[in-house]
């Protein structure tokens, strides 16, 4: 198997679109074709969102490199939740897509090696997982170590979307940000494993909501992808995200999750659409972020 | 129900030991009784997982107040571990253990209460959850919300016990280290949700392996419970986490893993037992424990 980031890298470029789908099943959500039958029991509401998140996968499949299932929302159903998550994982798999784990898991030791041996081609078999790096980085390196054995890749947290981000990442110490410290470790990660390529098993996790940042971040991580969330919903604008990129329209992946799953409740998307075709709707607001992100970012390039 | 922190200080007060035993079971370090049957196959071992769990469960709950299952060890077994998991909170919870949910979650918004939601007597019915604050204090806010109105518990990492917590948890800013401010956010929120009691909903994690720091936390967070990992084999010793405590006896819960449950792998413990008799190494090493601490710090109080 290649290695994962030429494995990213094939798959943006074949799809032409650095667009990633996060997968966040919310009952309050669902379309009202599914909601109907939607209960709080876990199992069979569990089987609802294996049932919409592998009908999204089927419509965003022919349009998109990779998909990001948010793990948080199949735990909050229990066990029938993680078994519906690794339902939609092998569903995306089967589809061609690459599937990032987004778990934001950290632990130390042999602890990040069980994180790792079970997220990264493990049981759940994903592509890549999101990791979380206040332990340090020793708690990083056993998902180095496992990415690196099983061609698989980590995007590691460096500067959150949201307002609290500031709380602690933004901290100075020695004239660097908490976040510039994290990001200087995490190329220094990445290029580690390039292996002669461009870039490294280890990416970084970078907000929308932050250009600037994005801008300076793009700089200080030359070996790096950033995965950027919050385009979208959370205020960021496809202009806001251009700064991710490479000049050649690589090096960023940007995250929509509700925006496209959920089009369904945008009347722009829903236009003239009846209940029971709300996949059509997440196929346009698919294709809208596609498009945008085209005519705004170097992402264009990738046409 | 009564808040977390009420019931967390009475199981203590009523089993006379903050000891608190970790449940990380590891193919690889089994007792050979159920070693012999333990395959690769996620769905036999996470039963053997499960019968080990709620076999040193059998034994413990008498002695001690709460057990800590460590959320990676059952994910790297895939949905199969996860149902192994709510088997072992099950057990725990029948046996009137508390039952603290190891996975160190954190996330964003909607992103964190489902966690939340899940975990604190959602359908995991854990009696409270360790949480990473990197993404700041807006992201811990949804899991305090969750624990305050189920009277769950929260556990926020400050200084982790391993060697690589000083590459970011010991950067100064403003002279104070990065743990130090969050600690100082930590105790806000225990103080805040008080509710007129000595300690609050949210507690801090604090490794065994730094004194010097257990020490200067505990002053520093008088409100908060410390969750004291690294008792025993990350190199520990009764006498160093004497600090950790108040004068009384309360304030902080001691956990031990290996050492207790894997018991039968050390000597001292497994002298004149056969295979099948690994059960009685852990409730010898779960007495030792307890000796321990109550000779070497205050806990000895709460005899």
Known sequence: MTAFAHRLAAA????????????????????????????????????????????????????????????????????????????????????????????KRGDIGSTAEAYADGWLSGPWAADALTVNPYLGLDSVEPFVKTAEARHAGLFVLVKTSNPGSKDFQDLRCDGKTIYEHVAAGVE?????????????????????TWPKQLDELRAAMPHTWLLVPGFGRQGGRASDVQTAFHADGLGALIVSARDVIFAHARPEMNAGLADGQWQTAVDRACRDMIERLAADTPAGKLR
Chains 1, 2 share one sequence.
Do not use: N, W
């Open 188 to 208: 220094q990660l990445a290029t580690r494993t390039a292996a002669g390529g461009r870039y490294g098993a280890v990416g970084a996790v970078v907000g929308a």
């Open 12 to 103: 943006i470029t074949s799809r032409r679109t650095p667009a990633c789908i996060g997968l966040d099943p919310r009952r309050e959500s669902l379309p009202p074709a599914l909601a109907a039958a939607a209960t709080l029991e876990p199992k069979p509401l569990a089987a609802i969102f294996a049932r919409f998140c592998c009908e999204v996968i089927d419509v965003v499949a022919p349009l998109v490199p990779i998909v990001k299932p948010q793990l948080a929302c199949f735990e909050a159903l229990g066990p029938h939740g993680m078994t519906a998550l690794a339902e939609v994982i092998e569903h995306a798999r089967s589809k061609q897509l690459l599937v990032l784990a987004d778990g």
